[in-house]
Nanobody, 124 residues
Framework: VQLQASGGGSVQAGDSLRLSCQVSGRSFRAYTLAWFRQAPGEEREFLAAFRPTSSNPHYADSVKGRFTISRDNAKNTVYLQMINLRPEDTADYSC??????????????????WGQGTQVTVSS
């Protein structure tokens, strides 16, 4: 499975960005697809995910209401729409694929496949 993330950039506080993650190599619907981010000196943080057997997304409390995960099955792509960005959202954003159970979805080690990160920088 290969994942290719894109869409990062440098924005002002309050702006919006949409990240994309193109998935190839195996069945798009076979995996939980998740977004994580990592700021310098910080641990990797779970943001949002779709489980393969559910259309209901899961979010970290820290981004609920500002970030929206969605997917286009025809394009094998998962998106992360981010609104009202804040300087503390500055990080390297990555997408991942794996088969975690529901209770372990937030843990990076549960994901087998990772795309390269895309940098998001939010200035005040």
């Amino acid at each position: 499975v290969q994942l290719q993330a894109s869409g990062g950039g440098s924005v002002q506080a309050g702006d919006s960005l949409r990240l994309s993650c193109q998935v190839s190599g195996r069945s798009f619907r076979a995996y939980t697809l998740a977004w994580f981010r990592q700021a310098p000196g910080e641990e990797r943080e779970f943001l949002a995910a779709f489980r393969p057997t559910s259309s209901n997304p899961h979010y970290a409390d820290s981004v609920k209401g500002r970030f929206t995960i969605s997917r286009d099955n025809a394009k094998n792509t998962v998106y992360l729409q981010m609104i009202n960005l804040r300087p503390e959202d500055t990080a390297d954003y990555s997408c991942a694929a794996g088969t975690p159970i529901l209770s372990t979805m937030r843990f990076p080690y549960q994901y087998t496949y990772w795309g390269q990160g895309t940098q998001v920088t939010v200035s005040s």
